[in-house]
């Protein structure tokens, strides 16, 4: 029983989630399906958002803050069949669902109980844009200390706009060992349909601890360095055969596929999220279509494919109409790219079961794929599918450009690392990037890889990637407007559709390529630009965009950062933290 929807029946204002349940429905056939909004606190006409009718320009008032209560701590997990030892929240990975209506408040505490050995830890809502609140991004080292072994920390966030995103702990590659789960804002919608069927994670899966694939793929043995993954699962679902095991962990087989329930005739929001690790993931389900009606938090004039596209961290709500038989069972499909160089994985082939009206619980579908066209370039789906409903047209003269180069090297002590114009990120724990700026020290450590944009208005950032992986670029803080992208060399001059760019928060910077990528630098703070596989992020692969530092100057930075910090101080005075990686 999923206790989540409790909310809707309290009253106004302060809301607590109870959100502790250990048993996590997801996948299962009694989740909950999600309603259109939570019904507490209707402005005027009816709905949350009142007479608003497109998510655009600022979010209403809701006056509502949703409370939910973390506790994270070390267990064991066995989602196929393999029993692993995981970081869960609350007990559970993936952790409870965060929703709420735009506009809302969202206030999260974060226990931090991982024990034996301890962890820092640190918690980001991933493509949250943070506007007034960038203290509460869960950078490690950027907007925050670490959250310290014992102690707890409180994000505030606003839904800005509505959509589908997830949460993970942004502290080393935490979220690859099970600290993530699903965030859904809930707002007027561009599309009709009839049924929410909730978040859909499409992720691969390593069966080794997170901090043992950290530590050799930063370590200097080469044999070592590149880390396949073990499965693919979708709703952290999938079978694993366990004749494979060979060290005694125990395993079963036939751990069970996540499973759909469709109504013949109705047509279900599905909301994906790519949470790997190091994998892109195509999505589709057999003898369906879909319609792709937005990326990442952005709404997309509504196109139909038979498979859609997710790199790491990427979003897309899809609309699927149930138009099988009414016993008819089918896969829902999760496919990593098993060539050189887009993925590396010993069981690329994720699938659920997608069971109609009267179909049996256990109904074993025909297979049927749609066919998946090799891309050794591992993109995003092309950018003349995805096209903003709401256009942005490109601003063509910036203010700022600057160039960054991306480059895999053995550095001298036999470490494998990237380099972003020559310096690969490390995270300064003890002194974060955002109070020191707030204090009015622009002095920044070499290796904190901080751009220093200014008060320039329009920031346009053209990456090269030198090398021979692909590397999901996230920016925090804003979408991202996709100028140009291509191999080798950038013109200076080719644009893809000034008019209506596409924008997102996770664009893919193919191997040896360029993306140029533009933003309107109205919200002030200093913002990870990254490459979320995490295995390179974990290399150094990542830069921090200082925006308008004088503003930056002026905030007010609420005290529980500097207690937060005090608290992280006192812990490694007398601890010391294994930071085996670049550290965010
Ligand atoms: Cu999904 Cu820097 O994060």
Same mark, same amino acid.
């Given at each position: 029983?999923?206790?989540?929807?409790?909310?809707?029946?309290?009253?106004?204002?302060?809301?607590?989630?109870?959100?502790?349940?250990?048993?996590?429905?997801?996948?299962?056939?009694?989740?909950?399906?999600?309603?259109?909004?939570?019904?507490?606190?209707?402005?005027?006409?009816?709905?949350?958002?009142?007479?608003?009718?497109?998510?655009?320009?600022?979010?209403?008032?809701?006056?509502?803050?949703?409370?939910?209560?973390?506790?994270?701590?070390?267990?064991?997990?066995?989602?196929?069949?393999?029993?692993?030892?995981?970081?869960?929240?609350?007990?559970?990975?993936?952790?409870?669902?965060?929703?709420?209506?735009?506009?809302?408040?969202?206030?999260?505490?974060?226990?931090?109980?991982?024990?034996?050995?301890?962890?820092?830890?640190?918690?980001?809502?991933?493509?949250?844009?943070?506007?007034?609140?960038?203290?509460?991004?869960?950078?490690?080292?950027?907007?925050?200390?670490?959250?310290?072994?014992?102690?707890?920390?409180?994000?505030?966030?606003?839904?800005?706009?509505?959509?589908?995103?997830?949460?993970?702990?942004?502290?080393?590659?935490?979220?690859?060992?099970?600290?993530?789960?699903?965030?859904?804002?809930?707002?007027?919608?561009?599309?009709?349909?009839?049924?929410?069927?909730?978040?859909?994670?499409?992720?691969?899966?390593?069966?080794?601890?997170?901090?043992?694939?950290?530590?050799?793929?930063?370590?200097?043995?080469?044999?070592?360095?590149?880390?396949?993954?073990?499965?693919?699962?979708?709703?952290?679902?999938?079978?694993?055969?366990?004749?494979?095991?060979?060290?005694?962990?125990?395993?079963?087989?036939?751990?069970?596929?996540?499973?759909?329930?469709?109504?013949?005739?109705?047509?279900?929001?599905?909301?994906?999220?790519?949470?790997?690790?190091?994998?892109?993931?195509?999505?589709?389900?057999?003898?369906?279509?879909?319609?792709?009606?937005?990326?990442?938090?952005?709404?997309?004039?509504?196109?139909?494919?038979?498979?859609?596209?997710?790199?790491?961290?990427?979003? !897309?709500?899809? @609309? %699927?109409? #149930?138009? $099988?038989?009414?016993?008819?069972?089918?896969?829902?499909?999760?496919?990593?790219? /098993? +060539?050189?160089?887009?993925?590396?994985?010993?069981?690329?082939?994720?699938?659920?079961?997608?069971?109609?009206?009267?179909?049996?619980?256990?109904?074993?579908?025909?297979?049927?794929?749609?066919?998946?066209?090799?891309?050794?370039?591992?993109?995003?789906?092309?950018?003349?599918?995805?096209?903003?409903?709401?256009?942005?047209?490109?601003?063509?003269?910036?203010?700022?450009?600057?160039?960054?180069? !991306?480059?895999? @090297? %053995?550095? #001298?002590? $036999?470490?494998?690392?990237?380099?972003?114009?020559?310096?690969?990120?490390?995270? /300064? +724990?003890?002194?974060?990037?955002?109070?020191?700026?707030?204090?009015?020290?622009?002095?920044?450590?070499?290796?904190?890889?901080?751009?220093?944009?200014?008060?320039?208005?329009?920031?346009?950032?053209?990456?090269?990637?030198?090398?021979?992986?692909?590397?999901?670029?996230?920016?925090?803080?804003?979408?991202?407007?996709?100028?140009?992208?291509?191999?080798?060399?950038?013109?200076?001059?080719?644009?893809?559709?000034?008019?209506?760019?596409?924008?997102?928060?996770?664009?893919?910077?193919?191997?040896?390529?360029?993306?140029?990528?533009?933003?309107?630098?109205?919200?002030?703070?200093?913002?990870?630009?990254?490459?979320?596989?995490?295995?390179?992020?974990?290399?150094?692969?990542?830069?921090?965009?200082?925006?308008?530092?004088?503003?930056?100057?002026?905030?007010?930075?609420?005290?529980?950062?500097?207690?937060?910090?005090?608290?992280?101080?006192?812990?490694?005075?007398?601890?010391?933290?294994?930071?085996?990686?670049?550290?965010?």
């Amino acid at each position: 029983m999923v206790k989540v929807n409790v909310i809707s029946l309290l009253g106004l204002g302060s809301l607590r989630c109870v959100a502790g349940s250990a048993i996590n429905t997801l996948g299962m056939l009694e989740a909950p399906t999600l309603p259109k909004f939570l019904t507490n606190n209707p402005l005027p006409d009816g709905k949350p958002w009142g007479k608003l009718t497109s998510p655009v320009g600022s979010a209403p008032t809701t006056g509502v803050t949703r409370r939910y209560d973390f506790m994270f701590s070390r267990g064991v997990s066995s989602p196929d069949g393999f029993q692993k030892d995981s970081l869960l929240i609350n007990g559970q990975s993936p952790g409870p669902l965060i929703h709420a209506n735009w506009g809302d408040w969202i206030e999260i505490t974060v226990h931090n109980n991982i024990t034996n050995p301890d962890e820092g830890t640190a918690l980001h809502w991933h493509g949250f844009l943070q506007h007034n609140t960038p203290w509460s991004d869960g950078v490690p080292s950027v907007s925050q200390c670490p959250i310290a072994p014992g102690s707890s920390y409180t994000y505030r966030i606003r839904a800005e706009r509505p959509g589908t995103t997830w949460y993970h702990a942004h502290y080393s590659a935490q979220y690859a060992g099970g600290l993530y789960g699903p965030l859904v804002v809930y707002g007027p919608s561009h599309v009709d349909y009839d049924v929410d069927l909730g978040p859909i994670f499409v992720s691969d899966y390593f069966h080794r601890e997170y901090f043992h694939i950290v530590a050799d793929v930063v370590g200097t043995n080469a044999t070592r360095w590149g880390q396949p993954s073990d499965n693919t699962m979708i709703n952290a679902r999938a079978n694993f055969n366990c004749s494979l095991v060979t060290d005694g962990t125990p395993c079963h087989n036939n751990a069970g596929l996540s499973k759909f329930r469709f109504r013949k005739g109705k047509t279900y929001r599905l909301r994906l999220i790519n949470s790997s690790a190091g994998g892109l993931v195509y999505f589709s389900i057999d003898n369906h279509t879909l319609q792709v009606v937005s990326a990442d938090f952005v709404p997309i004039k509504p196109y139909n494919a038979t498979y859609v596209t997710l790199n790491i961290g990427n979003r !897309a709500d899809v @609309l %699927v109409t #149930a138009a $099988g038989d009414k016993d008819a069972a089918f896969y829902m499909r999760a496919t990593q790219p /098993n +060539y050189f160089p887009c993925a590396r994985a010993n069981q690329p082939n994720g699938t659920a079961i997608i069971l109609y009206d009267s179909a049996a619980e256990n109904s074993i579908p025909a297979e049927n794929p749609h066919p998946i066209p090799v891309d050794t370039t591992c993109s995003n789906d092309p950018l003349n599918l995805t096209i903003p409903y709401y256009p942005e047209p490109l601003n063509r003269q910036p203010s700022v450009t600057r160039q960054i180069v !991306a480059t895999l @090297l %053995v550095n #001298a002590t $036999g470490n494998q690392v990237y380099e972003m114009d020559n310096s690969s990120f490390h995270a /300064n +724990y003890n002194n974060p990037l955002l109070p020191q700026a707030n204090r009015g020290n622009l002095t920044f450590e070499r290796q904190s890889n901080v751009y220093n944009f200014g008060s320039n208005q329009t920031v346009r950032i053209v990456f090269y990637n030198n090398n021979q992986a692909p590397h999901p670029m996230h920016l925090h803080g804003y979408d991202m407007t996709i100028v140009s992208l291509g191999p080798g060399q950038w013109d200076g001059t080719t644009v893809f559709r000034p008019d209506n760019p596409m924008r997102r928060d996770v664009q893919m910077l193919s191997p040896f390529s360029h993306l140029v990528v533009q933003f309107e630098a109205n919200n002030p703070g200093v913002w990870a630009f990254h490459c979320h596989i995490a295995w390179h992020l974990s290399m150094g692969f990542y830069i921090n965009v200082l925006v308008r530092p004088d503003e930056v100057r002026r905030m007010q930075i609420p005290s529980a950062t500097k207690r937060g910090c005090d608290a992280w101080s006192k812990y490694t005075k007398d601890h010391t933290v294994q930071q085996i990686d670049d550290g965010a």
